[in-house]
């Protein structure tokens, strides 16, 4: 059988073959171009998900520590120093604190406050007349002889627990930290103000102050399990209300003028007692004491202290006085001897043995270096002529002249002396 073809559809064919030859090398360029682009855009992805997976491995410093919290659970594990390997968020979450570094931290919630002509002044170059307190402005401590106080505080704090603090205080922010303990602060202030003077507060035991805020604040972080430490507590600059503080400070010197004198007085009195009764005047005036009280046996504990070690001049005076009761004595018992001697001469003939005693002291007499002798001829009358005693005189005549009855004409001659142009 013979085919028939058409010649038109042979032609049409033939257009189409010559049409899609071109268009097979544009969707061959195309391909290659997306393959390509594929390609770098799996390199893209596959960088991303590298950097992805790698984006919570961090470094961590000396003075850090980290914790990680996994799909919302916090692990034991405490992070130190070094490369912390987490895997990314939202699976792992890390939290650094700086643990090993100390934060200072200044609380004026008792201060008053200052003016803007007044920042940066020295307390005693603020004055604010008699104008009174701003509640709303002005923060003190009550203290317990109803007084004022103002003062700051620099903290210094750490946190030396990070685990407790993550998990009862905050997360990796500080702010709470300070907050926490600037309320703590602000209590333990009030209640230890509240058990002392405010001389006390501001002067005398500034030390006791801090450090029981220290030891108060730090009991009160503990009890909460907070993870923090407070290192140092300082007062900076406590001071009574500005109106009433010249007051103050001239209470001040006044109580210390009379403390410098009570502190010279106790001086004088130890080197007095020093001088008068040695190393051992307390024990001796202890002694004196228990005398003075009617004690058992304290007069003899006290002869027993003055005659073995009493020192100074009660010890010299005790001393010489031992010495002279020797001499004494020895003498009184040559006396006796002597006398024990010459009753037996007495007894054989008196008046001879009271001849020759008496030319014996009428020797001793004469030949004694401080007399002076006189001789006087047989017959002859001596006078002695006692002169006046100026000295007696002077004493006298000021006692005469404070009398009221003084009278000019009962000065003796010798004495009397008339003066002026006329007589000189």
Do not use: C
């Not at 393959?35 to 997976?53: E, Q």
């Not at 403390?259 to 005047?281: F, M, S």
């Not at 005036?285 to 070690?309: C, H, I, W, Y």
């Amino acid at each position: 059988m013979h085919q028939h073809h058409n010649h038109d559809d042979e032609h049409a064919h033939r257009n189409l073959d010559e049409i899609e030859a071109p268009l097979d090398a544009a969707n061959q360029s195309l391909a290659d171009a997306l393959r390509a682009s594929f390609s770098i855009l799996k390199g893209i992805m596959l960088v991303l998900v590298v950097l992805y997976l790698v984006s919570n491995v961090r470094r961590i410093d000396g003075h850090e520590q980290a914790l990680l919290i996994r799909l919302g659970t916090l692990q034991a594990t405490v992070q130190e120093a070094g490369l912390v390997k987490a895997l990314p968020f939202p699976i792992d979450e890390v939290l650094t604190l700086p643990t090993q570094k100390s934060n200072d931290l200044t609380i004026t919630s008792h201060s008053f406050f200052r003016r803007p002509d007044e920042i940066g002044k020295p307390l005693a170059f603020i004055a604010r007349g008699n104008g009174g307190l701003n509640p709303t402005l002005d923060g003190a401590l009550l203290t317990a002889d109803a007084g004022l106080v103002h003062t700051q505080w620099e903290v210094t704090y750490k946190i030396d627990k990070v685990k407790d603090y993550v998990s009862n205080i905050a997360s990796d922010k500080l702010e709470a930290a300070e907050s926490l303990i600037q309320t703590m602060v602000e209590n333990a202030g009030i209640h230890i103000a509240s058990g002392m003077t405010s001389e006390e507060v501001i002067r005398t035991k500034v030390d006791e102050v801090q450090s029981q805020m220290r030891h108060r604040v730090n009991a009160s972080l503990d009890a909460i399990a907070s993870g923090i430490r407070v290192e140092r507590i300082e007062m900076v600059e406590p001071t009574p209300p500005i109106p009433v503080r010249e007051a103050f400070d001239n209470t001040q010197r006044a109580e210390n003028n009379k403390q410098q004198r009570i502190n010279n007085a106790e001086q004088a009195r130890t080197k007095l007692l020093n001088e008068a009764a040695g190393a051992t005047y307390k024990e001796i005036v202890a002694a004196l004491d228990k005398v003075d009280s009617g004690a058992d046996g304290a007069q003899e504990t006290l002869d027993t202290l003055l005659m073995t070690r009493a020192e100074g001049r009660a010890g010299r005076a005790i001393k010489d006085a031992g010495s002279y009761l020797a001499v004494v004595l020895g003498r009184m018992q040559s006396d006796v001897e002597l006398y024990r001697t010459l009753v037996p001469e007495f007894e054989r003939g008196p008046a001879l043995l009271v001849g020759r005693l008496w030319e014996d002291t009428r020797q001793s007499i004469l030949n004694h270096p401080g007399v002076m002798k006189i001789w006087r001829p047989a017959g002859a009358e001596i006078r002695l002529k006692i002169p006046y005693d100026p000295k007696q005189g002077r004493a006298e005549e000021a006692q005469e002249l404070l009398s009221e009855e003084f009278d000019a004409s009962k000065l003796r001659p010798e004495r009397l002396r008339i003066i002026g142009p006329e007589f000189d």
